[in-house]
């Protein structure tokens, strides 16, 4: 049986004054139904870019696919035509911005906001969609839906607006979800209450969820898998214990490394020196590779191979490469 999503070698550029910059080179990943994938990586690495392809929403121009498949179901939504697209989002697709307000419209009561969708795609009746609606806002966990159905944004608080906005993009039940740091405006108490409503609504629901976010510790609590992402490549993608526990790239490890450790002393925090590279002008070798304590000579000039660790675990990094190891050694030696 085919996964619902299979991106396969995704390329993004966009055009800025300076030149291209290339924000996702050779992309794949894919996602079954109800399954969780998170996509973390610091700002820049390209994962936006690959969620805003994925949902058939990158601006052209300045923007543009410039290579790649995004299978959806068996079809490839990079050769659908922008109507076909359409159709497709916002009944199959939905997607969760990190500030509720910018999918709210401040003029309008939140019942009207979440029936218009279903009127509009699904030819329900107004009284269907106001039964739809009020199931969902008890789903997200919002008390007297009935009430609140007649009341504006700003009426509820940053939190309860998540959740109206989770329940507008399950309205329509959606196959998948994308959101994109969903819960990063919000306090830790909130935040926390938000990540257990994603796992309870996959649950029951079975919708299938990309989480974009910075934040391992969103991670660690609603994911399957994680693909980390670094200068616009997935560097490493496995199960969650996979990258918990046996992470095998640097860059994965930097970044447990680098969450700030409760149980810690906080100098024990440490933080990746340096910065991405720049992507007008991708390098040609491992593009971590000015930052990576564990560089050789063959990182610079030649693309990580991937290592396959085992049958879900991936790893982009010569270190996993005997050839390259080997190599290494003997010019130690030689020295
Ligand atoms: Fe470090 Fe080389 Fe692995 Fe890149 S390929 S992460 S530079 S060891
Ligand atoms: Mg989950």
């Not at 998540?162 to 740091?181: F, G, H, K, N």
């Not at 971590?288 to 982009?316: G, I, Y």
Request: hydrophobic share 40%.
């Amino acid at each position: 049986q085919e996964p619902l999503l299979d991106v396969k070698n995704l390329h993004v550029s966009f055009k800025t004054h300076g030149g291209e910059v290339k924000a996702v080179r050779g992309v794949s990943f894919s996602l079954e139904k109800g399954e969780t994938l998170a996509i973390v990586g610091e700002s820049g690495c390209g994962k936006s870019a690959t969620s805003l392809a994925v949902m058939g929403l990158i601006p052209e121009p300045p923007g543009r696919i410039t290579e790649g498949v995004i299978s959806f179901k068996g079809r490839d939504m990079v050769k659908m035509s922008p109507k076909q697209k359409r159709r497709i989002q916002g009944v199959n697709l939905s997607m969760i911005f990190q500030d509720p307000m910018t999918a709210l419209n401040p003029t309008l009561t939140i019942g009207s906001q979440l029936t218009e969708g279903i009127v509009h795609q699904k030819k329900a009746t107004k009284t269907q969609a106001r039964d739809k609606a009020m199931e969902m806002l008890a789903l997200v966990g919002i008390s007297n839906p009935e009430e609140r159905m007649k009341q504006y944004p700003h009426q509820f608080s940053g939190g309860m607006r998540q959740r109206i906005v989770i329940a507008m993009a399950l309205i329509c039940e959606p196959d998948l979800i994308i959101a994109d740091e969903p819960t990063t405006a919000l306090d830790v108490t909130i935040q926390a209450q938000i990540l257990e409503l994603f796992n309870k609504i996959q649950k029951e629901t079975d919708v299938a969820i990309i989480m974009i976010t910075h934040d391992l510790g969103v991670v660690a609590k609603v994911a399957d898998r994680i693909a980390v992402m670094y200068a616009g490549k997935i560097v490493e993608l496995g199960a969650k214990r996979d990258i918990f526990y046996r992470s095998g790239h640097p860059y994965t490890q930097a970044l447990l490394n680098s969450v700030v450790r409760l149980d810690l002393p906080s100098d024990t925090l440490r933080p990746i020196n340096g910065a991405p590279p720049d992507l007008f002008l991708p390098p040609a070798g491992c593009a971590f590779s000015q930052r990576c304590p564990f560089a050789m000579e063959v990182c610079e000039h030649v693309q990580p191979p991937t290592t396959t660790l085992d049958a879900h675990h991936a790893v982009d990094c010569w270190l996993l490469d005997k050839r390259a190891v080997e190599n290494r050694q003997r010019v130690e030696n030689l020295q």
